[in-house]
């Protein structure tokens, strides 16, 4: 007897049913859009003479939704049945990618409208912090790219190939309040002041009435800043750098005024407050400084490094010292929504080639993110009343989802509103059927030679090594 040799040379995944869907759980998001009539805003505020600009936005959120991080990512949600959870038509990578180009900053100015609408009506049904003190956390991150012909594209102080966006977070949610693109070599506070000023407007329209602080680190330390929040009635905490005139006030802090308290394993660290002032005449101006120092006690590595190390900010908010440091360092939790934003959506990867269109991708990731964060945030029935049902601003004309539920959900708590059996309307598809459906036998036959998507077909044969690039990298 001949031994028999087996081997796999090929493999095919079939869908063999009409009914399949993949990343199910966009049916809650897709609930949320319905619930907030995105794509009725988005097309009543961005103009960009293409026809159903809310489709193509939602597009590219829900597919960042699904893990997307390029244009050609899109097709994910055309996989099996997905597109009958979602309450709009889903658009094509080409389409998606025209789309893009097509924007102007006239269009992103419309995007931000879209963008301070949305947060207004999400913190209506429940998601808002009404009366209650608002913590803004203010930061920039770096966008890093590879590809040479990107417009904005620069390196800035990380050395970086890359964009330079600024971001406001909600400190405790991770959601983003605001958010603008800026080019690779904008230095850190460049254009914060209008920033600011657009960031209060949204949060007043969105009905934020208690008291704002804002947290930010040293590369937005700036009088005109400074200035402008207290125009705005806004507390502020900011730190500051280790210049030479910081460095003496520091100097100059008793020995018995500094206090001990908790902050690192194998370390020590003490805070201490006292007054900065700066100016002379009229102009001078003294604030509230606080700092803190540390050094490690651990003998062989204090051998190294036996002297303190400094860290100070100026502040208005009325707390002790203490407080007031432990207040100022959860301002490093921004880090965690920026991780969020950047590995959660789609702003990991920067893809067009046209800045507009980037700016335009920044936007539909903050909106996503922001769904994200939405949708699993716990309400009750104490938050505000939703918007009147009579706004022409409101639910999709295109709403797919029904429910026999007479009763009213509490704002943004999703489960109850998510329907047994999601439909569309009669006269545009057939419902989902969710029990198999009898199929006829089939004749064995030999694999096509190519892959068809249409026919749910996905095959796993690779492609010739001559047409792989590893450093490709695709730009729309």
Same mark, same amino acid.
Request: aromatic share 6%.
């Given at each position: 007897m001949?031994?028999?040799s087996?081997?796999i040379?090929?493999?095919?995944a079939?869908f063999?049913?009409d009914?399949?869907?993949?990343?199910?759980?966009?049916i809650?998001?897709?609930?949320?859009i319905t619930?907030l009539?995105l794509?009725?805003?988005?097309n009543?505020?961005?103009?960009?003479?293409s026809?159903g600009?809310?489709r193509?936005?939602?597009?590219i959120?829900?597919?960042?939704?699904?893990?997307?991080?390029?244009i050609?990512?899109?097709d994910?949600? !055309?996989a099996?049945?997905?597109?009958?959870v979602?309450?709009?038509?889903?658009?094509a990578?080409?389409?998606i990618?025209?789309?893009?180009r097509s924007?102007?900053?006239?269009h992103?100015r419309?995007l931000?409208?879209v963008?301070s609408?949305?947060? %207004? !009506?999400?913190w209506a049904l429940?998601?808002?912090p009404?009366?209650?003190?608002?913590?803004?956390?203010?930061?920039?991150?770096?966008?890093?790219?590879?590809?040479?012909?990107?417009?904005?594209a620069?390196?800035g102080?990380?050395?970086?190939?890359g964009?330079h966006?600024?971001l406001?977070t909600r400190a405790?949610?991770?959601?983003?309040?605001f958010?603008?693109?800026?080019?690779?070599?904008?230095?850190?506070?460049?254009?914060?002041?209008?920033f600011?000023d657009?960031?209060?407007?949204?949060?007043?329209?969105?009905?934020?009435?208690?008291?704002?602080?804002v947290?930010a680190?040293s590369?937005?330390w700036s009088?005109?800043?400074? =200035?402008?929040?207290? %125009?705005?009635?806004?507390?502020?905490?900011?730190?500051v750098r280790?210049?030479?005139?910081?460095?003496?006030?520091?100097?100059?802090?008793?020995e018995?005024?500094?206090?001990?308290?908790?902050?690192?394993?194998?370390?020590?660290?003490?805070?201490?407050?006292?007054?900065y002032?700066v100016?002379?005449?009229?102009?001078q101006?003294?604030?509230?400084l606080?700092?803190?120092?540390?050094r490690?006690?651990e003998?062989?590595?204090?051998?190294?490094?036996?002297?303190?190390?400094?860290?100070a900010?100026?502040?208005?908010i009325?707390?002790?010292?203490?407080?007031?440091?432990?207040?100022h360092?959860d301002?490093?939790?921004v880090e965690l929504?920026?991780r969020d934003?950047?590995?959660g959506?789609g702003?990991?990867?920067?893809?067009s080639?046209?800045?507009? %269109?980037?700016?335009?991708?920044?936007?539909c990731?903050v909106?996503?993110h922001n769904l994200?964060?939405w949708?699993?945030q716990?309400t009750?029935r104490d938050k505000?009343d939703?918007? =009147?049902p009579? =706004?022409?601003l409101?639910r999709? %004309?295109?709403?797919?989802?029904?429910?026999?539920?007479?009763?009213?959900?509490d704002p943004?708590?999703?489960g109850?509103t998510?329907?047994?059996?999601?439909?569309?309307?009669?006269?545009?598809?057939?419902?989902?059927?969710?029990t198999p459906?009898p199929?006829?036998?089939?004749t064995?036959t030999?694999?096509?030679?190519s892959?068809?998507?249409?026919g749910?077909?996905i095959?796993?044969?690779?492609p010739?090594?001559?047409?792989?690039d590893?450093?490709?990298?695709?730009?729309?």
């Open positions: 001949s031994a028999v087996r081997n040379d090929r493999l095919d079939i063999d049913h009914n399949l869907v993949a990343n199910a759980g966009l809650v998001a897709g609930t949320l619930k009539g794509e009725t805003l988005i009543r505020w961005v103009r960009t003479g026809f600009p809310g193509k936005i939602l597009t959120v829900a597919a960042m939704m699904a893990g997307g991080t390029h050609d990512h899109v994910v949600l !055309r099996g049945a997905t597109g009958r979602l309450p709009f038509g889903v658009m990578p080409s389409t990618g025209t789309f893009l924007f102007t900053f006239g992103i419309q931000d409208a963008l609408r949305t947060l %207004a !009506r999400a429940g998601a808002g009404g009366n209650a003190a608002l913590v803004v956390d203010l930061d920039s991150t770096i966008c890093e790219v590879y590809g040479k012909h990107k417009q904005g620069a390196y102080y990380t050395h970086k190939l964009y966006p600024l406001a405790g949610t991770g959601e983003v309040l958010a603008r693109m800026r080019k690779g070599s904008a230095n850190s506070g460049r254009g914060v002041v209008r600011v657009e960031l209060v407007a949204n949060l007043k329209r969105a009905g934020a009435t208690g008291d704002l602080t947290r680190d590369g937005f009088w005109k800043l400074i =200035d402008r929040f207290t %125009a705005h009635g806004i507390s502020w905490s900011i730190t280790q210049i030479k005139a910081i460095k003496a006030v520091i100097a100059g802090i008793a018995d005024a500094w206090q001990e308290i908790d902050y690192t394993i194998g370390g020590q660290a003490q805070v201490a407050e006292t007054t002032i100016g002379k005449g009229s102009r101006r003294q604030v509230r606080v700092v803190r120092r540390t490690l006690v003998p062989a590595q204090r051998r190294l490094w036996p002297d303190w190390r400094h860290h900010f100026i502040t208005n009325q707390a002790d010292t203490i407080e007031a440091d432990q207040f360092r301002h490093a939790t929504a920026i934003l950047k590995e959506t702003l990991e990867h920067v893809p080639g046209h800045y507009p %269109a980037n700016c335009a991708w920044l936007a990731a909106l996503a994200g964060h949708t699993t716990p009750s505000p939703p918007p =009147d009579t =706004d022409r409101g999709s %004309a295109r709403e797919p989802f029904r429910t026999t539920d007479s009763t009213v959900p943004l708590a999703l109850p998510v329907p047994r059996h999601t439909q569309r309307p009669a006269s545009t598809a057939s419902p989902i059927r969710l459906q199929r006829a036998r089939r064995p030999a694999p096509p030679a892959t068809t998507q249409r749910h077909r095959s796993f044969d690779a010739p090594h001559d047409t792989l590893p450093n490709h990298e695709p730009v729309d």
